[in-house]
């Protein structure tokens, strides 16, 4: 799954952490830790994701998703050119393009087949699970380097240390729609052999008005007898746990 929202999230909680210097414009940390507190509270939104990757022979690659969330009712969506995932208060879809390849689990039935952690698909809605894992790779040390507010918009930028991953982040919040306006990041990963591999990541177009539609499979698929029949992706192979 994208997990993207989640690890933003992860990245905005343990900046509370850094040790950071402000000019003349900037906005006090009780400032920061409201939108902080702001963003951990979303329920119902949705946004849309470009990720660039320029790998070590220059080559590019760009992600771009669509992704829609509802934790109160436990409903997550995304959909890229490679894939798309729907999960709702009964079922888990997933299509995976370039292997032609449909997964529909019946929730209950997974997790009663995979109990434990392992067949507790909600972990998306658990921004914990993001914060752990920033944790291992993201490194203490970050500055802000400006915090002001123009209008209804709070803006943050953040650098951090040359030899961190996360190279730079800017949050952008709209005090008056309680949602964000753009997340940029950008990260850096070293291989063994010295080769870079960077990401610029950013999201925007965040909106809570959106149709549940967004979350029926519907018109994904149909089941009878105990079999699962697609209504879109009909020439896929299925996976299935009912």
């Known amino acids: ?44 939104y949705s946004y849309n994701t470009v990720t660039t990757a320029v790998f070590p022979d220059g080559k590019t690659d760009v992600l771009k998703t669509t992704t829609y969330m509802d934790t109160r009712k436990m409903n997550y969506a995304y959909k890229t050119d490679h894939e798309q995932v729907i999960m709702n208060n009964k079922w888990f879809f997933r299509a995976h393009h370039s292997r032609k390849f449909v997964s529909v689990f019946d929730l209950k039935k997974y997790s009663e087949k995979y109990p434990g952690p392992s067949g507790d698909l909600s972990a998306v809605f658990k921004s914990s699970l993001a914060t752990d894992f920033l944790d291992s790779v993201v490194t203490t040390g970050g500055k802000l380097k400006t915090a002001k507010r123009e209008g209804n918009i709070a803006s943050f930028e953040f650098e951090f240390h040359k030899d961190a991953p996360l190279k730079s982040l800017i949050l952008k919040f709209n005090e008056s729609s309680g949602l964000p306006e753009y997340i940029y990041m950008n990260t850096s990963y070293e291989d063994r052999y010295g080769k870079k591999t960077s990401y610029k990541i950013v999201c925007n177009g965040y909106t809570g008005t959106f149709s549940d539609a967004a979350f029926s499979t519907d018109d994904l698929f149909s089941v009878s007898g105990g079999k699962v029949s697609l209504l879109k992706y009909k020439n896929y192979k299925i996976s299935s746990i009912l």
Do not use: E
């Not at 850094?18 to 409201?34: C, H, I, P």
């Open 1 to 44: 799954m994208s997990g993207i929202t989640n690890k933003i999230y992860g990245i905005v909680l343990l900046l509370l952490t850094f040790t950071y210097n402000s000019g003349a414009q900037s906005l006090n940390v009780s400032d920061f830790r409201a939108v902080v507190g702001k963003i951990k509270q979303l329920n119902r």
